[in-house]
């Protein structure tokens, strides 16, 4: 199947810093990346869906402006969690459509961020 | 609103067959049934899905009962890398508006395969 890789994998931060996670699909163009966030023992919540080339559309409840979403090419979506607090650490998922009709979505591999 | 339900977790001896029952009494004409499963600290990987027929591939089987409104997943020899949550969700195919393409997740069954 196809590949979804996340960069970094992990990654710890001091609060008040913004972390940026890369979301890339390997070997097939992504017309459309979700967002997730799971936290400890809880399922995975959509945070946001972005589109190449258009603002994403986020979920009721989730930050717009502490969340950045962009997705500036068919195989690279990045999602920045500005002034990170605690309370934002969580395992964050990426996932992705290849084209307009499909319906399978990939799943990247997760990042899990600890804001200390 | 949950569409799904599961039962939270089950146990399962390696070697012998999984069977993950979903009650999706609230389903849609359109809708297809999806299940992924997700190892502790990775992505969810897809399993299967299907709308009426059973369908069968390399990882599982899936039933869906005739009036589609409960199903079944089917691992056939579990072993001990089968151990996840499973996740069992509705979707439409293809699109039918804003949302179209979303997973949403539920809870889950929590797969433990015991040696």
């Known amino acids: 199947g196809a590949v979804v890789s996340q960069h970094p994998s992990r990654v710890i931060c001091k609060s008040g810093t913004s972390v940026k996670i890369e979301c890339r699909s390997l070997?097939?163009?992504?017309?459309?990346m979700f967002w997730y966030r799971q936290f400890p023992k809880q399922s995975l919540m959509l945070m946001a869906t972005?589109?190449?080339?258009?603002?994403?559309?986020?979920e009721q409840g989730v930050e717009k402006d502490k969340f950045l979403i962009n997705h500036a090419s068919l195989t690279l979506s990045t999602l920045t969690v500005t002034s990170a607090h605690p309370e934002d650490s969580s395992f964050y998922i990426c996932?992705?459509?290849?084209?307009?009709?499909?319906?399978?979505?990939?799943f990247g591999p997760g990042t899990r961020l600890t804001v200390t | 609103d949950a569409k799904t339900t599961q039962p939270p977790s089950m146990d399962c001896a390696e070697g012998r067959a999984a069977n993950l029952p979903c009650n999706h009494s609230t389903i849609s004409g359109n809708e297809y049934v999806y299940w992924y499963r997700q190892i502790h600290s990775q992505g969810p990987q897809y399993i299967i899905h299907?709308?009426?027929n059973n369908e069968t591939n390399e990882m599982a089987s899936l039933i869906i009962t005739e009036d589609r409104k409960s199903s079944t997943l089917i691992l056939p020899h579990a072993t001990l890398r089968d151990t996840a949550v499973y996740y069992c969700i509705v979707r439409p195919e293809g699109y039918s508006g804003a949302g179209s393409y979303q997973l949403t997740f539920g809870k889950g069954t929590k797969l433990s395969v015991i040696p």
């Open positions: 299907g709308l009426k």
């Open positions: 070997d097939f163009q992504a017309t459309t």
């Open positions: 996932s992705a459509k290849e084209g307009l009709t499909s319906y399978e979505q990939y």
């Open positions: 972005s589109n190449e080339g258009s603002k994403a559309t986020y």
